[in-house]
């Protein structure tokens, strides 16, 4: 299936998806995170959710990282350079919706994508490879690019993956993506854990 007749079938399958069902399965996601090996790091990239679009309630997973005192950034988009600038999320950040629907920091301390160890990565379908696909714009495959080499990359779905998704140079595979009720390993892309 190509790229866009992927999106457009996950897509619909969010939107079908109940308001309650959304917020259970996000839950379930970031109980199952906590069975992941990357606790031991400082630095954790996580995005927030476009709600209307269905993504995956990440706040349930920004109250473990909270918990466990990590330091923790978000990004806001620049669609005139396709580029994301990433911000320390403190108590006194102020977010604001951007027009795109993007809860994102008005202002902060700006962080460097090489010292950040892992990433809590947003998709819209991904394959049993590790390949993922967003909404085609490139932000988080350019974000990766810039990150540490030894970053873990971790997707985030409601769904299982698909057999096979065709994917491009430029596109940065997971090393893992957790769904409500399992963790997916991607081996050939696991980094030295």
């Not at 199952?32 to 209307?52: G, M, N, R, V």
């Not at 988009?77 to 809860?103: C, H, R, W």
């Amino acid at each position: 299936m190509e790229k866009k007749a992927l999106r457009l079938k996950y897509k619909k399958l969010r939107e079908e998806l109940s308001e309650e069902s959304v917020e259970t399965m996000s839950l379930q996601i970031a109980n199952q995170a906590l069975k992941l090996p990357i606790w031991d790091k400082t630095y954790y990239h996580i995005f927030l959710p476009i709600s209307e679009k269905k993504e995956v309630n990440t706040e349930y997973l920004l109250h473990i990282l909270q918990g466990k005192d990590k330091s923790i950034v978000v990004s806001k988009a620049d669609f005139n350079t396709g580029e994301m600038k990433n911000f320390l999320l403190q108590e006194n950040t102020v977010l604001k919706t951007s027009e795109y629907g993007i809860p994102e920091p008005v202002s902060g301390i700006e962080i460097s994508p090489e010292i950040i160890e892992v990433v809590f990565v947003p998709l819209l379908a991904y394959d049993k490879r590790g390949h993922r696909i967003g909404y085609g714009k490139g932000f988080y495959d350019r974000f990766l690019k810039r990150c540490n080499s030894e970053a873990i990359f971790v997707g985030l779905s409601f769904f299982d993956p698909e057999p096979e998704i065709f994917f491009e140079a430029t596109d940065v595979p997971l090393q893992f993506c957790i769904t409500p009720k399992k963790i997916v390993e991607f081996k050939n892309n696991s980094l030295s854990l």
